[in-house]
């Protein structure tokens, strides 16, 4: 490929410099962790925003903030007010490790986040990506960064037809990114990237008129913007589940998920999976059934023929579950007290337990009934 399409000759990569840099002045968006963009900032809103919309994390960043504004204050927290905070964002594993890592930069860098990358890459949560995102952002080192967004922008800047999340892909996309980076203003740079990423080189209906480097676009040129980069097929799988209010005297009970569950450190009403989907009527039958055997075995506490309240559908990654939710009264029983935590919670304090999404829309329902 040689003229304006190819991106290893250096006037295409001064002009794609320059264009990129110019839009980026006149569009970028008033978004909070750029008005203070110190790497502790810029660390918090990047972990929040990975495989997160903007507009969700906005909120999100600033009551974190304003309760931990800064590693130390995040180090010392309790870990349970973490969870807390960060409850309805998902993918919890990222608070754990964005605590976990604040109390590193305290123990071992003195409190002040590092500045180099070998440090920061060494940080629980931090992969090359988010690494060269907070140097390049906050210090304007020269890094090169590679997320979503512009794994979409760049495969079809150069082209690339093949699966960009590849060995092949990744090294590509990873020798375009460092080469095209500029030798100053590389946080802006970068931000210009993925914002054009987010807001014009869209997944579905790119907006190329208004693309500032659609003129240096492999892709624009060959018409291929529908079939670059190479979409995966998505398979998702059914799933059935079951969970259990047990209530005594104007208190419900709570299991916290172990390390190896899917929302680790939360607390949660008692679920189990249901063996297979059938017929509606038929299901939670055998769900009250199972319930009925399945809680007092692993809480110790008796319970009543549990009675249906609701049925939720939600998805988490590969998975589509439909919850059915029932209450029963606790009849008989101790709680035991091995295994995963239990502890019985009033109604009025639930607000204060980090639950996942699921388990706080059946809090709510048990605070209004």
Same mark, same amino acid.
């Given at each position: 490929?040689?003229?304006?399409?190819?991106?290893?000759?250096?006037?295409?990569?001064?002009?794609?410099?320059?264009? *990129?840099?110019?839009?980026?002045?006149?569009?970028?968006?008033?978004?909070?962790?750029?008005?203070?963009?110190? /790497?502790?900032?810029?660390?918090?809103?990047?972990?929040?925003?990975?495989?997160?919309?903007?507009?969700?994390?906005? /909120?999100?960043?600033?009551?974190?903030?304003?309760?931990?504004?800064?590693?130390?204050?995040?180090?010392?927290?309790?870990?349970?007010?973490?969870?807390?905070?960060?409850?309805?964002?998902?993918?919890?594993?990222?608070?754990?490790?964005?605590?976990?890592?604040?109390?590193?930069?305290?123990?071992?860098?003195?409190?002040?986040?590092?500045?180099?990358?070998?440090?920061?890459?060494?940080?629980?949560? *931090?992969?090359?990506?988010?690494?060269?995102?907070?140097?390049?952002?906050?210090?304007?080192?020269?890094?090169?960064?590679?997320?979503?967004?512009?794994?979409?922008?760049?495969?079809?800047?150069?082209?690339?037809?093949?699966?960009?999340?590849?060995?092949?892909?990744?090294?590509?996309?990873?020798?375009?990114?460092?080469?095209?980076?500029?030798?100053?203003?590389?946080?802006?740079?970068?931000?210009?990237?993925?914002?054009?990423?987010?807001?014009?080189?869209?997944?579905?209906?790119?907006?190329?008129?208004?693309?500032?480097?659609?003129?240096?676009?492999?892709?624009?040129?060959?018409?291929?913007?529908?079939?670059?980069?190479?979409?995966?097929?998505?398979?998702?799988?059914?799933?059935?589940?079951?969970?259990?209010?047990?209530?005594?005297?104007?208190?419900?009970?709570?299991?916290?998920?172990?390390?190896?569950?899917?929302?680790?450190?939360?607390?949660?009403?008692?679920?189990?999976?249901?063996?297979?989907?059938?017929?509606?009527?038929?299901?939670?039958?055998?769900?009250?059934?199972?319930?009925?055997?399945?809680?007092?075995?692993?809480?110790?506490?008796?319970?009543?023929?549990?009675?249906?309240?609701?049925?939720?559908?939600?998805?988490?990654?590969?998975?589509?579950?439909?919850?059915?939710?029932?209450?029963?009264?606790?009849?008989?029983?101790?709680?035991?007290?091995?295994?995963?935590?239990?502890?019985?919670?009033?109604?009025?304090?639930?607000?204060? *337990? /980090?639950?996942?999404?699921?388990?706080?829309?059946?809090?709510?329902?048990?605070?209004?009934?």
């Amino acid at each position: 490929m040689e003229g304006p399409l190819d991106w290893r000759q250096a006037d295409w990569r001064r002009r794609f410099r320059s264009a *990129i840099l110019r839009w980026y002045r006149r569009h970028a968006r008033d978004l909070p962790w750029r008005r203070q963009a110190t /790497p502790y900032a810029v660390w918090i809103s990047e972990i929040m925003l990975q495989q997160t919309q903007v507009e969700t994390v906005k /909120p999100y960043f600033a009551r974190f903030m304003a309760e931990f504004p800064n590693v130390a204050s995040l180090a010392k927290a309790d870990e349970q007010d973490v969870l807390r905070l960060w409850e309805g964002l998902g993918y919890y594993r990222r608070a754990r490790q964005l605590h976990a890592a604040a109390r590193v930069v305290v123990d071992q860098h003195g409190g002040v986040f590092p500045e180099d990358s070998q440090s920061v890459s060494g940080l629980p949560g *931090i992969g090359r990506y988010t690494m060269g995102a907070i140097l390049s952002i906050a210090l304007d080192h020269r890094q090169p960064i590679l997320e979503a967004n512009t794994i979409r922008l760049f495969s079809r800047l150069i082209g690339f037809r093949g699966d960009p999340t590849s060995q092949e892909g990744q090294q590509r996309l990873w020798e375009f990114a460092e080469q095209i980076l500029p030798r100053k203003h590389v946080g802006q740079f970068n931000q210009a990237l993925m914002e054009v990423g987010s807001l014009v080189c869209q997944v579905r209906d790119p907006q190329c008129a208004s693309c500032p480097v659609r003129a240096r676009c492999a892709a624009f040129a060959g018409g291929l913007q529908a079939t670059i980069p190479l979409a995966k097929k998505k398979r998702y799988e059914e799933v059935a589940e079951a969970a259990l209010v047990v209530a005594k005297k104007g208190s419900v009970l709570l299991r916290q998920h172990t390390g190896e569950e899917r929302w680790t450190g939360l607390w949660d009403f008692p679920r189990l999976t249901l063996p297979g989907p059938n017929g509606e009527k038929s299901q939670r039958q055998q769900a009250a059934r199972l319930l009925l055997s399945a809680i007092p075995m692993e809480t110790g506490i008796g319970v009543s023929t549990p009675r249906w309240m609701k049925q939720i559908k939600y998805g988490v990654t590969r998975f589509r579950i439909t919850l059915e939710c029932f209450a029963a009264d606790a009849v008989d029983g101790r709680l035991k007290r091995s295994g995963a935590k239990l502890r019985w919670v009033k109604l009025q304090e639930l607000d204060d *337990i /980090p639950t996942n999404t699921t388990g706080r829309k059946i809090a709510r329902l048990c605070q209004q009934r």
